[in-house]
């Protein structure tokens, strides 16, 4: 222990205080001063402006978009997410390389894209969006539409969440259950979720922040109907560029709020998680 | 127990007798559909539309400058940013871990920061600030330089976007590299300097390099985060994802889609690159320790 801070003091003399001096510089101007910009715009004509803006019925609405779409894209891509985890990391079969390089693809797409290809499927000019619009259903510039590029976005991260921690665990839990003749959604539940639980809420939060800030995904497919599907992000960008500065700034404020109160939650099962790695390593 | 027969076709023959555990058949159908509806299917769209219209519609949108130009700005702009990110980063990892800083726990969740804001929030947010009223934008149209509304925002935005994906890639390696390899060099006689250039920093490249790779491939498609604080003028200050979106209000989906497959076949390409830069460089170093 003190040959350790010995160390560290010897390591560093001449640089340390620049570097000191370099980091609360650093972390002053790139992450102090915008979240402190945000709220003290929302807050410009007082706490009572702020939270007008925020009853305006674009704004409810916009918020109220924004949270179905959230529920609706965690609830699938966690069901699908803990699917696809379990078939990578308990089973070995042909092509499982390419499945999960394609579980991973969405990550490395733009968000622009992300809603480009729906457009290219649904929109006016799609493959199957004037079909869909005879028959009365509508995807593009709709909520649906919405839905599709959430989900596009947020499709890895329950998985990709989930994945190193299940590999590591092996399977001896699971056939052991076998053995004892639990079925598969027994098994499941009762053995594989609750070995993976404190990953699956880290998973499941990472979704959430993600699909509630979703911008330039949903901007593409969504048409920008105020009222009708401009989520939370969106509604932000019209408020915004309409120099509606104090009520753009009060959303960003709730949105960034909500998103950050989601990460830090999940920083939290995070260590939890890490842990549980540890203990898989362990047994 | 049928499934166990189901597995076996599945499984190389002969190699492995068939997979007891049940389960297979049901979570590879549920991850099959769920990956060809939401990822393979519009990405096929995204790869073959291009060439519906006709090899004629493609060379035409290979033929626009206002693309090249583009592409250009998005690739460099997200380059520059992330190689920024790179000194920046590694200071703020070697703070978290060996700098006992006071109000260090603070820091550590302030990283995290950049991922955490929504990208419309990071945007208006950056743009607010950086604009000729704004908190650092006025001191620094003082002394002339602007940052707002040119190419520089648009590198100043992605900054911020990339920090994170350098610091948690350094961070972990920088925590594991034990102490007394640091110790050992300054007992061989190595200065402060040399410890940290031959001895800390070459440990942490394969690290940083993957952190580069990271923020490098997220600058190249971000979007939401650079429209507000960028220009937006065609050929100076107009990226590549903004550019598909200006095409799709035009409704020239051949010309968006064009964008949007060269910048898809571009990032790949990219992150490509990145492994196997940062495979090369982590047998370096193996290879370097051997002897």
């Not at chain 2, 068939?18 to 549920?30: E, H, S, T, Y």
């Not at chain 2, 497959?261 to 370096?284: H, N, P």
Request: net charge neutral; glycine share 8%; aromatic share 8%.
């Amino acid at each position: 222990m003190s040959s350790t801070t010995q160390s560290s003091r010897r390591e560093a003399d001449i640089p340390r205080w620049l570097l000191i001096a370099a980091t609360y510089t650093i972390v002053g101007i790139m992450l102090i001063l915008p979240p402190v910009l945000v709220v003290a715009e929302a807050l410009r004509n007082g706490f009572g402006t702020a939270l007008t803006t925020l009853a305006d019925p674009d704004a409810l609405s916009a918020i109220r978009l924004t949270v179905t779409m959230t529920l609706a894209s965690v609830v699938i891509n966690t069901v699908f997410g803990v699917l696809a985890a379990w078939l990578i990391a308990k089973y070995r079969f042909p092509l499982r390389g390419v499945l999960t390089a394609l579980i991973e693809m969405p990550v490395s797409v733009s968000p622009v894209v992300a809603g480009l290809v729906w457009l290219l499927l649904f929109g006016t000019q799609g493959w199957w969006g004037q079909a869909l619009d005879r028959i009365g259903v509508h995807i593009a510039f709709a909520p649906p539409g919405i839905l599709l590029a959430t989900l596009f976005v947020t499709f890895p991260f329950v998985a990709r969440t989930l994945l190193p921690l299940m590999e590591q665990q092996g399977r001896d839990d699971e056939d052991a259950a076998m053995l004892l003749g639990a079925s598969f959604w027994q098994i499941l539940w009762q053995v594989t979720l609750p070995n993976v639980r404190w990953a699956l809420l880290s998973g499941v939060l990472l979704t959430t922040a993600r699909a509630m800030g979703e911008f330039g995904a949903v901007s593409v497919v969504s048409g920008h109907i105020p009222g009708l599907t401009e989520t939370m992000p969106l509604h932000i960008e019209t408020l915004y560029n309409g120099y509606q500065s104090v009520a753009a700034f009060s959303m960003a404020t709730l949105l960034a709020a909500m998103a950050m109160a989601t990460v830090g939650l999940r920083s939290f099962f995070e260590a939890r998680a890490r842990n549980a790695v540890i203990r898989g390593q362990d047994a | 127990m049928t499934e166990v027969a189901d597995v076996s076709f599945a499984l190389p023959r002969g190699r492995r007798p068939a997979d007891p555990l049940p389960g297979f058949r049901i979570a590879l159908v549920a991850t099959l559909f769920w990956t060809g509806l939401i990822v393979v299917l519009p990405l096929a769209a995204l790869i073959m539309r291009p060439w519906q219209e006709g090899i004629g519609a493609m060379t035409a949108a290979l033929q626009d400058s206002r693309m090249f130009a583009a592409l250009r700005i998005s690739f460099v702009s997200a380059f520059i940013a992330a190689l920024i990110d790179v000194p920046l980063g590694v200071i703020l990892a070697w703070a978290l871990v060996r700098a006992r800083l006071p109000g260090r726990r603070i820091i550590d969740a302030l990283i995290d920061l950049p991922f955490a804001i929504p990208t419309a929030v990071t945007g208006i947010t950056l743009a607010t600030l950086y604009g000729p009223q704004g908190w650092l934008g006025a001191p620094l149209a003082h002394l002339g330089i602007s940052i707002a509304y040119t190419a520089t925002g648009i590198v100043v935005a992605l900054m911020f976007v990339g920090l994170p994906f350098i610091v948690r890639s350094v961070e972990p390696v920088l925590r594991d590299l034990p102490p007394e390899f640091e110790e050992a060099a300054g007992l061989l006689g190595a200065r402060p300097w040399q410890v940290v250039t031959r001895v800390v920093l070459p440990a942490l490249l394969p690290a940083t390099v993957t952190g580069f790779g990271l923020a490098f491939a997220r600058g190249i498609g971000e979007y939401g985060s650079v429209i507000f604080i960028a220009g937006n003028q065609p050929f100076h200050s107009e990226i590549a994802p903004l550019l598909i979106v200006v095409r799709l209000q035009e409704f020239d989906y051949p010309g968006a889609t064009s964008i949007a497959f060269i910048l898809l076949v571009a990032s790949s390409l990219c992150l490509m690159g990145i492994a196997w830069l940062r495979r090369r460089v982590a047998r370096g170093m193996v290879a370097g320790a051997a002897p």
